[in-house]
């Protein structure tokens, strides 16, 4: 499934995103509360889907989807690609901060209504909402203008990272020969695709950065073949 790019392009990292409040039940008659709880769910539903049908493309191929590839050689350079970071929303905010005044009234409601497994996310986002409810204008305010300084610190961190050198430390190289499997990995699957039947694998000895320059061998075998590797490299 890719994401179409009219949703691609209408997202604003810098903007977060706006909260659909939860019906109050108390202000609106019966039938009234059903429909816009009805309302509630599709929007809950539409966010999801959204934050979904991103976050797939988002995965595989990071900050450029012409490069695929970008995620692996970041690793194989000791570069490793990082996200862009999102500015959090004013109440993820708050209760990032409150963590523990939340928990406490979770545990409550929890034992209140004794949710099932797949309620439990819901509950504890519903705890949040209706503490953020009860917080003053300005205290609302006091949390948004925290959510953009930690993001201007985020982004400067990640700028910061893209700009930096390839890492040359024992540490990061030996990282970047591991990596190499994974690299390798989605170009012998591509020539298998075109060959079906024969084992195809990679072999490579290279000194340890990280183990006083101790010689290593590694080898990567891919096949749709039942045989053990033993018997396969002998074929």
């Known amino acids: 499934m890719e994401c179409p790019q009219s949703e691609l392009d209408s997202v604003n990292d810098d903007k977060p995103v706006k909260e659909y409040k939860v019906p109050d039940q108390s202000k609106l008659s019966t039938e009234e509360y059903e429909q816009a709880l009805k309302q509630y769910e599709i929007y809950k539903h539409n966010v999801d889907t959204r934050r979904r049908m991103r976050f797939i ?5 990071k900050n450029d989807p012409s490069n695929p590839f970008l995620s692996i050689l970041g690793e194989l ?15 993820t905010t708050w209760a990032a901060c409150n963590k523990e005044h939340v928990s406490k009234l979770f545990e409550k409601e929890k034992e209140k209504k004794r949710p099932v497994r797949g309620q439990i996310p819901k509950l504890w986002q519903d705890c949040i909402r ?8 300005e205290d609302k305010e006091g949390c948004d203008a925290t959510a953009k300084v930690k993001h201007a610190q985020e982004l ?9 050198t390839v890492s040359n430390t024992p540490e990061d190289l030996q990282q970047a020969i591991h990596m190499l499997p994974q690299f390798i990995k989605p170009i012998l699957e591509g020539i298998q695709d075109v060959q079906d039947g ?9 000194l340890e950065p990280k183990d006083d320059g ?8 891919l096949t749709s073949s039942n045989m053990y590797f033993s018997d396969a490299q002998y074929q």
Do not use: C
């Open 57 to 61: 493309p988002f995965k595989d191929m």
């Open 77 to 91: 350079s000791g570069k490793p690609t990082v996200p862009k970071p999102h500015q959090k929303t004013a109440m």
């Open 130 to 137: 209706v503490q953020w409810e009860k917080l003053s204008e």
């Open 156 to 164: 400067k961190e990640w700028k910061a990272s893209q700009e930096a």
């Open 198 to 206: 024969y084992v195809h694998s990679l072999a490579w000895v290279q």
């Open 214 to 221: 101790h010689i290593n061998i590694m080898r990567y075998v």
